[in-house]
């Protein structure tokens, strides 16, 4: 069970825009900065957006991030196939000394 | 560019313990202000995080695994390691050393390196 609640797929057709939730609490999302990854098949994770909304270089502005209280929002617009990949939140919650956590993933796929 | 990676046997058996290495090139770990850390992957599941060490040995951890963890750092070496003890089929992942942003996201992952836990 993990402490971030993400729907476990997603999907969508070409140039079609895509949201994935992630759904947290006060300690970890209400009181932090969220995370997002995209992890292609057999590769590591990436790092798509970090600080809510920010984009490291190299992320096509086609990836955007919101937060909103004790909740946050990963956006695909013009999905594209190679956008097919599973898609985790992340952030730091305050309980228990403190601890790095994550959703449980979604799994988008472009039809 | 920093590169990270993972070294260590790809079987352990049952109740003994996994120990991981993370070498880092193109980047001193006692050279910046960030956090090492290691996160696992058990096979078609989701991401955890297990813990991070700070350059001074400062370290966090995941509080389901405090119990039986150890990261700790080398900066002579240049790489930090983790140590977890009595595994069991629980245990088998692939493992990825990292390193922290500013925040706690992470923009820089090994390759991984997948351990079973096998008799």
């Known amino acids: 069970q993990s402490v971030l609640t993400q729907p476990p797929s997603a999907s969508g057709t070409p140039g079609q825009r895509v949201t994935i939730s992630c759904f947290g609490s006060?300690?970890?999302?209400?009181?932090?900065?969220v995370f997002w990854y995209q992890q292609l098949p057999g590769a590591a994770p990436k790092l798509l957006v970090y600080?809510?909304?920010q984009r490291p270089s190299g992320v096509p502005d086609r990836f955007s991030g919101s937060k909103s209280v004790t909740s946050a929002s990963l956006a695909i617009n013009g999905l594209r196939p190679e956008d097919e990949a599973d898609y985790y939140c992340?952030?730091?919650?305050?309980?228990?000394?403190?601890?790095?956590?994550f959703g449980g993933g979604t799994k988008v796929t472009v039809l | 560019q920093l590169r990270l990676q993972e070294s260590g046997p790809g079987v352990v058996r049952p109740a003994e313990t996994l120990s991981l290495s993370c070498s880092v090139f193109?980047?001193?770990?006692?050279?910046?202000?960030?956090?090492w850390g290691w996160l696992r992957q058990p096979p078609g599941k989701g991401l955890e995080w297990i813990g991070s060490?700070?350059?001074?040995?400062?370290?966090y951890d995941n509080p389901s695994l405090r119990s039986r963890i150890s990261i700790s750092v080398d900066t002579s070496a240049n790489r930090f390691s983790l140590r977890l003890r009595s595994v069991s089929a629980a245990d088998t992942a692939v493992y990825y050393c990292?390193?922290?942003?500013?925040?706690?996201?992470?923009?820089?992952w090994g390759r991984g390196t997948l351990v079973t836990v096998f008799s």
């Open positions: 990292a390193r922290h942003g500013v925040g706690w996201e992470i923009p820089a």
């Open positions: 193109y980047g001193a770990i006692d050279g910046s202000s960030y956090y």
């Open positions: 060490v700070y350059y001074n040995g400062n370290t």
């Open positions: 006060n300690s970890n999302i209400g009181s932090n900065y």
């Open positions: 600080r809510n909304n």
């Open positions: 992340s952030t730091w919650d305050d309980s228990l000394s403190g601890h790095v956590v």
